[in-house]
């Protein structure tokens, strides 16, 4: 079992063309995801061909416009490369064409732009992830993203994360320690992005396939006291945490747009405290990520 993709997972690169576009592409049709199209306005007509697991050449028509992909290629979910300024455009056109999730990597979107699209998704049926962020994987079935693909194993421990590199710390760690991952989902850390903490918790609490899960956040926001409130209501299994920048000092950005902590809210303590409260144990650094979850099972 996993949560949000899997093999019947079927997607489109919008942005196949551009250099991180199809280097990404390439990597995710290596690792066996179903990429049945890309979209580049005027690049229609176009063939991408990249290597399947097996080394056999796979080639993946390029439309115009996400609507054909969905159409003609039967795709259902989107993963965006496209330049900051046309990003909440794409995931816009990604949502109007149908697709049932959007996996944003982009960058750097205005914060206006994703207000836009923040308002967008309350009337859709479309999940967002990201954007600013690593993606998704279910280990074995679909990477839709940027992660490394060879330090995931299948397995039942959910993953999400804030931190690109903390989510890849984590699963490392649980790797090594023979503990494989249902899925695992990088939310990003811009301060308007898609799903949350408690949208990927609800998710991991009712998948059979997912024993625990194991939460990254860092400074900035409220969305880790709100998980932690949500998880002392409602999680049946397992959670161990961990909370980036104990370290930063208040009013500095850290790493990610909304990593900032402001009126003396969004602090790491403040933070760490409401997820002990929930019960959460909370790793003491990210060297201890995976040992931390391990006790918990």
């Given at each position: 079992m996993s949560?949000?993709?899997?093999?019947?997972?079927?997607?489109?690169?919008?942005?196949?063309?551009?250099?991180?576009g199809s280097f990404h592409a390439s990597q995710c049709i290596?690792?066996?995801?179903?990429?049945?199209?890309?979209?580049?306005?005027?690049?229609?007509?176009?063939?991408?061909?990249?290597?399947?697991?097996?080394g056999d050449t796979v080639r993946v028509p390029v439309f115009d416009t996400v609507a054909e992909a969905v159409q003609k290629a039967g795709a259902n979910t989107?993963?965006?490369?496209?330049?900051?300024?046309?990003?909440?455009?794409a995931i816009l056109e990604a949502m109007d064409a149908g697709c049932e999730l959007i996996v944003c990597i982009t960058?750097?979107?205005?914060?206006?732009?994703?207000?836009?699209?923040?308002?967008?998704?309350e009337t859709s049926k479309a999940k967002l992830i990201g954007p600013n962020c690593p993606g998704i994987i279910t280990p074995g079935a679909c990477k839709i993203g940027i992660m490394p693909g060879h330090i995931h194993k299948p397995g039942r421990i959910g993953v999400?994360?804030?931190?690109?590199?903390?989510?890849?710390?984590?699963?490392?760690?649980?790797?090594?320690?023979?503990?494989g991952q249902s899925?695992?989902?990088?939310?990003?850390?811009?301060?308007v992005a898609g799903l949350d903490f408690i949208d990927c918790l609800k998710l991991f609490n009712e998948d059979p396939g997912t024993d625990a899960v194991i939460m990254m956040g860092?400074?900035?926001?409220?969305?880790?006291?709100?998980?932690?409130?949500w998880i002392q209501k409602n999680m049946k299994k397992p959670v161990a945490?961990?909370?980036?920048?104990?370290?930063?000092?208040?009013?500095?950005?850290?790493?990610?747009?909304?990593?900032?902590?402001?009126?003396?809210?969004?602090?790491?303590?403040?933070?760490?405290?409401?997820?002990?409260?929930?019960?959460?144990?909370?790793?003491?650094?990210?060297a201890e990520l995976g040992v931390t979850l391990k006790s918990l099972l």
């Open positions: 949560v949000l993709v899997g093999k019947e997972t079927k997607v489109v690169f919008q942005g196949i063309t551009g250099s991180a290596a690792y066996g995801t179903d990429v049945v199209a890309g979209c580049t306005p005027n690049r229609g007509g176009e063939i991408f061909e990249a290597k399947g697991p097996s989107s993963c965006i490369f496209v330049p900051p300024l046309g990003a909440a455009d960058e750097g979107i205005p914060v206006m732009d994703m207000i836009r699209v923040r308002r967008a998704l999400v994360s804030k931190s690109g590199t903390l989510t890849y710390e984590a699963v490392g760690q649980l790797t090594a320690l023979g503990l899925t695992c989902i990088g939310i990003g850390g811009d301060p860092e400074i900035g926001g409220n969305a880790e006291i709100l998980a932690a409130e945490g961990f909370i980036a920048g104990r370290t930063a000092p208040p009013g500095k950005r850290m790493g990610h747009a909304g990593a900032i902590i402001s009126g003396g809210k969004g602090t790491a303590a403040e933070k760490i405290a409401a997820l002990e409260k929930a019960g959460v144990k909370v790793a003491p650094t990210p």
